[in-house]
């Protein structure tokens, strides 16, 4: 059964803790992005990546980071230095070939501050 | 930086009712659009998309959009509304050879009343 799977449904993180969100695909695909819902906003992308070991900032970088090591997974550290972090965050990812592939997204994850 | 702007925040209608729900974007060179919807509690899904060719496009579950050139538009409809409609809808673009980034507009929950 392919897509794509997100863990936690749920994290908390307390003041001042680094906490990392699990993206896997089994897809296949090339590119993979991590973005960040907030009510009112859309999704607006936080880091993308199209190939294995090269990843870029999207709009809001500031406060995340992440790693691409393997081609199927694309975890997202959101870290002590993001004030805001309470959102919904959406992983997602294409084939990233032939310039027009459709996104496919996981389920999200929420994240609360305690 | 391109800006997606969706006109209605929050659409309330009765079952039958048609549904018009307007997209808009800034970016003049070649896009590609896309309508997401994400019903409550499911993964973010794909609608609709123009890649090219005729700009009045059908999707699933008896949406359609139609792609506006000159007025930047791409308006996502449905003749006959269902209260299985009641979802967030997104509209998305993405600037060809720009990565595959997706631009998100903020969104339009429909509420559909039985």
């Known amino acids: 059964d392919g897509g794509i799977t997100q863990s936690p449904k749920y994290l908390f993180r307390k003041e001042g803790q680094n906490v990392t969100l699990s993206c896997e695909q089994n897809?296949?695909?090339?590119?993979m992005y991590w973005y960040r819902q907030d009510p009112g906003q859309g999704l607006r992308l936080i880091y993308y990546?199209?190939?294995?070991?090269?990843?870029q900032k999207g709009d809001i970088a500031e406060g995340y980071s992440v790693s691409r090591e393997k081609k199927e997974s694309f975890p997202l550290t959101v870290t002590s230095a993001q004030k805001n972090p309470t959102a919904f965050y959406l992983c997602?990812?294409?084939?990233?070939?032939?310039?027009?592939?459709?996104?496919?997204f996981g389920p999200g994850t929420r994240l609360l501050v305690l | 930086a391109q800006s997606v702007s969706q006109h209605n925040h929050h659409v309330i209608l009765s079952e039958a009712a048609s549904l018009e729900l307007g997209c808009n974007y800034s970016?003049?060179?070649?896009?590609?659009l896309f309508w997401y919807v994400q019903y409550p509690g499911q993964h973010l899904q794909l609608l609709l998309k123009?890649?090219?060719?005729?700009?009045l496009v059908k999707g699933i579950k008896g949406f359609e959009a139609e792609f506006i050139k000159s007025k930047f538009s791409f308006n996502l409809r449905k003749p006959s509304v269902q209260w299985s409609d009641t979802a967030e809808y997104f509209c998305a673009v993405n600037r060809v050879g720009n990565d595959y980034k997706l631009s998100f507009g903020a969104g339009t929950t429909v509420t559909v009343r039985a």
């Open positions: 123009y890649f090219s060719g005729d700009p």
């Open positions: 897809l296949n695909h090339d590119a």
């Open positions: 997602a990812s294409n084939t990233a070939q032939g310039g027009s592939e459709t996104q496919y």
């Open positions: 990546s199209q190939i294995v070991n090269d990843f």
């Open positions: 970016y003049g060179g070649t896009v590609n």
